[in-house]
């Protein structure tokens, strides 16, 4: 089981991850609001401005407040 960081002590489980994202697109602002409406939102940014946005197959949204491209960088190398 590889585990990606998402910051401050926060990690998911590399193959659970379906898509990162960046925060700004206005698709993934809507995303966030409907996550959040549902009880779907895991919010791991510290208080920091959120970068990415990480989805799951279980449906679940992580922010993060690393750099999309860091994020893939690190589910690349676990594999």
Partial sequence: MKVVSLGFDN????RRIV???N???APMKR???E????HR????????????IVVTDSGHIFLSSIQP???TQR???AG
Avoid: F, H, P, Y
């Fill in 23 to 25: 925060a700004s697109a």
């Fill in 11 to 14: 990690g998911i489980v590399a």
């Fill in 41 to 52: 939102l895991v919010d791991v940014t510290n208080g920091r401005r959120t970068r990415a």
């Fill in 75 to 77: 589910i690349e190398e």
């Fill in 31 to 33: 995303l966030r609001e």
């Fill in 19 to 21: 898509a990162v994202a």
């Fill in 69 to 71: 491209q860091t994020l």
């Fill in 35 to 38: 996550a959040r409406k549902s």
